[in-house]
């Protein structure tokens, strides 16, 4: 069965860090681009991070460059999200999705296929 499962999230105080990883099963990561999207409550969908399949290739959004890194381990079939220096604003549930379209690493949500259930971050003291 193929699945994707985020973990790694919950209550950080402003200016902490939290590592999120993305686990799959039933799928080779090495053969998908991977995407870290978030949503907050009355917001729609946005892309955080992602990256194409070798690790080669890296977008982030504006709002997390120099904060966040995405990273992955294809011999663990695992990817990873370092978040560092977290503000309020980043509170939202997270999410990891894989696309088909492996060499790219764009952040557009239509590329992505499956999908994670997603892990809360809350920034908050």
């Known amino acids: 069965q193929l699945q994707l499962v985020e973990s790694g999230g919950g209550l950080v105080q402003p200016g902490g860090s939290l590592r999120l990883s993305c686990a799959a099963s039933g799928l080779t990561l090495g053969d998908y681009a991977i995407g870290w999207f978030r949503q907050a409550p009355g917001k729609e969908r946005e892309g955080v991070s992602c990256?194409?399949?070798?690790?080669?290739?890296?977008n982030y959004a504006d709002s997390v460059k120099g904060r966040f890194t995405i990273s992955r381990d294809n011999a663990k079939n695992t990817v990873y999200l370092q978040m560092n220096s977290l503000k309020p604003e980043d509170t939202a549930v997270y999410y990891c999705?894989?696309?088909?379209?492996?060499?790219?690493?764009?952040?557009?949500?239509?590329?992505?296929?499956?999908w994670g259930q997603g892990t809360q971050v809350t920034v908050s003291s």
């Open positions: 990256i194409n399949n070798s690790g080669g290739r890296t």
């Open positions: 999705a894989a696309s088909l379209l492996k060499a790219q690493s764009t952040c557009v949500k239509d590329f992505y296929i499956y």
